[in-house]
T-cell receptor, first 114, second 112 residues
C-alpha cells in the first residue's frame, strides 16, 4: 500500500511570496489533515477534511492560508503572502476512519521563509 | 496552560533500562490518547493509543492512563538505541472525528 505523498519536499521562498503544497493521501482514506510543525514543537492541526468537505479549520490563518481538497482525494495548501514565522514543516496525514483510526503521515514539506 | 504538556527533555536512559515518558492534559472531556514516535527529520508514526483507565501493553511498550489525574504515560522496556527519538503525546478532542492536539514532545536518548 502506497503511503501519503507530498511535494515538494523542500521549499525556500522570500517573505511576501506565495507557495503551494500538494498532498495525495492513501487510497480510500476519507479524512485528510494538514499540520504545521515548527522546530521543537509538536504538530498543530491547520485543517481537516472529510471527503471534500472541511470539518475543522479553526486554527487556519485564513487571511493568508487556504486549502482545498479536489474531488475528495488530493489536497493543496497555499500560503499567500508568506511571513517569516511560517517557516516550518507542513505535514499531511490521512485516516480511513474516525476517532481511534490511525493517522498516517506523509514525509512533509520543509518551508523556509527568508 | 498548554492543552497537552510534556517535558521536552532530553531524557537520557541507559540501554536495557526502562524509559518513562509522561504527559498531562487539561481537557477533562478528552476520550482517547495517542503516542507517536518521531525520528529526527522524519514524520510521526503511531506507537499506540489508549482510551480506558489503566495499562495497555504492546510488546516492549506500555501506555498508562489516569483520567482522574489527567495523566498519560508511556513506558519502554528494555530500551534500545533505536528507540532514540522524540515521543509525541496527542489527545483527541474531536467528537465523532479525530482531532488531535499534540504536546511538544520529549526527546529520548538511549545510551549504549
Amino acid at each position: 500500500e502506497a503511503g501519503v505523498a507530498q511535494s515538494p519536499r523542500y521549499k525556500i521562498i522570500e517573505k511576501r511570496q506565495s507557495v503551494a503544497f500538494w498532498c495525495n493521501p492513501i487510497s480510500g482514506h476519507a479524512t485528510l489533515y494538514w499540520y504545521q510543525q515548527i522546530l521543537g514543537q509538536g504538530p498543530k492541526l491547520l485543517i481537516q477534511f472529510q471527503n471534500n468537505g472541511v470539518v475543522d479549520d479553526s486554527q487556519l490563518p485564513k487571511d493568508r492560508f487556504s486549502a482545498e481538497r479536489l474531488k475528495g482525494v488530493d489536497s493543496t495548501l497555499k500560503i499567500q503572502p508568506a511571513k517569516l514565522e511560517d517557516s516550518a514543516v507542513y505535514l499531511c496525514a490521512s485516516s480511513s476512519g474516525p476517532i481511534l483510526y490511525e493517522q498516517y503521515f506523509g514525509p512533509g514539506t520543509r518551508l523556509t521563509v527568508t | 496552560q498548554k492543552e497537552v504538556e510534556q517535558n521536552s527533555g532530553p531524557l537520557s536512559v541507559p540501554e536495557g533500562a526502562i524509559a518513562s515518558l509522561n504527559c498531562t492534559y487539561s481537557d477533562r472531556g478528552s476520550q482517547s490518547f495517542f503516542w507517536y514516535r518521531q525520528y529526527s527529520g522524519k514524520s510521526p508514526e503511531l506507537i499506540m493509543f489508549i482510551y480506558s483507565n489503566g495499562d495497555k501493553e504492546d510488546g516492549r511498550f506500555t501506555a498508562q492512563l489516569n483520567k482522574a489525574s489527567q495523566y498519560v504515560s508511556l513506558l519502554i522496556r528494555d530500551s534500545q538505541p533505536s528507540d532514540s527519538a522524540t515521543y509525541l503525546c496527542a489527545v483527541n478532542r474531536g467528537q465523532g472525528a479525530q482531532k488531535l492536539v499534540f504536546g511538544q514532545g520529549t526527546r529520548l536518548t538511549i545510551n549504549p
